[in-house]
């Protein structure tokens, strides 16, 4: 099971704030449905409606109403550190020397074990299992104004953090120099809004500005915004799964427009491993622009005959590990009259286990198709990630350890092939140093010597 990163989302500067947060959030549900959150201030108080659940399940018209305030922020998340309580929802808000401090944050921290240490050893207590809290610790530690803590907190983070900070009267975006995870800016009726992704935005009607360079931080205020580059000389290491899997394709991030990229990984699968057959299908919903990209080019037919229930959450979500066959096979139903007798090419975006493409194999197969190629849309993904993204162990993903032949035997196709690491990074609208690829290549952009403190962090006592 993968478990998606977080998404987030703020407004500041507009009467509406509370709504557009909410509607924000609905946008991102994608990237995070454990638990919600939205935080707002007037300039003087802060109030907060948190929960566990979608975002249809934590809000009601009544909650919404208790947050007041022209400036927001709010929170989609998943438990990539830290278990899913609702001791670990964010945005986290605490209260320190007469303020009010809020934290929503996208990402991983690496170094999370040993700066936990370090604080804890000085004095700090923790209220949660989460990495992001260790950001509140460390402004509440630092001297200066409120800028000068914040560059001084960030900079002792290693990893990836999309972050906004919030207290009554100041609000902020900030992205980790590397920019791992995506974050935009854009503006509503003279108000500012930063979200995740510019899906957010089309909800809203945001006009997008620009995406938050990496290490830029954004100062919002009485008196406009103001942009900091608060580190220099990083390589830029974009996650590169956003565009293949997480990322919504009616969203631009890294460069360019995720269907479009999606539609580009298809036409190079296409390009790289061709298959005689009657049609090609998508395992949707994200492997379906790469569908489309295939049968563009190859010229078979595209069809939806995987027929998806919406009804039922994303199968990557729940945290219990022992649902997971049983959401495998009510997700995906397959449209039998379509496929009984026919060589089909199922284009997948990804395998992690292999155990979900078994079983939905199982079911083709069930309806008599004929042939299966299987065709993925990134190479084996052989190591986990530790930036944000919740990867099983290195054992666990089934092409770590096993040949491409090993595994299309255990998913019982009959031909599997997976797009090469160029075809991958031909596809992508920037050129491929800027893209961290580590889950595929091992090689890590920020040194992961953390392993074992990342381990000890999550280990903590609830
Ligand atoms: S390791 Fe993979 S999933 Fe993690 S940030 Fe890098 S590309 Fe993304």
Known sequence: MIRHCCGIFGVFGH??????????????????????????????????????????????????????????????????????????????????????????????????????????????????????????HLIAKSQGNFKEKVIRSLKQLQGAYSVLVMTEKQFLAGRDPHGFRPLWLGRIDGAFVVASETCAFDLIQAKPLREILPGEVVFFDARGCHSYQAFSGRKHSFCIFEHIYFARPDSNIFGGSVARVREKLGINLAREHPVPADMVIPVPD??????????????????????????????????????????VKIKLNPVAELIQGKRIVVVEDSIVRGTTSSLRMKTLKNCGAREIHMRVSCPPLCHPCFYGIDFPTETELVASTRTVEQIRKRIGVDTLAYLSPEGMLEAMPLPSEKFCTACFTGKYPVPVRDRISKLQFENQPE
Do not use: C
């Open 286 to 327: 994200s492997g379906t622009y790469a569908a489309l990209g295939y049968a563009r080019h190859s010229g078979i037919p595209f069809e939806m005959a995987f027929v998806r229930n919406h009804y039922i959450g994303r199968t990557f979500i729940h945290p219990a590990e022992e649902i997971r066959g049983l959401e």
């Open 15 to 136: 009467r509406n704030a509370v709504e557009l947060t909410y509607l924000g959030l609905y946008a991102l549900q994608h990237r995070g449905q454990e638990s919600a959150g939205i935080i707002a201030s007037d300039g003087k108080r802060v109030t907060q409606w948190r929960g566990m659940g979608l975002v249809s399940e934590v809000f009601t018209r009544e909650s919404l109403q208790k947050l007041k305030g022209d400036f927001a922020i709010g929170h989609v998340r998943y438990s990539t550190t830290g278990s899913s309580t609702s001791k670990n929802i964010q945005p986290f808000l605490v209260e320190y020397a007469g303020t009010s401090l809020a934290v929503a944050h996208n990402g991983n921290i690496v170094n999370a074990g040993l700066l936990r240490q370090k604080l804890e050893a000085s004095g700090s207590i923790f209220q949660t299992t989460m990495d992001s809290e260790l950001l509140i």
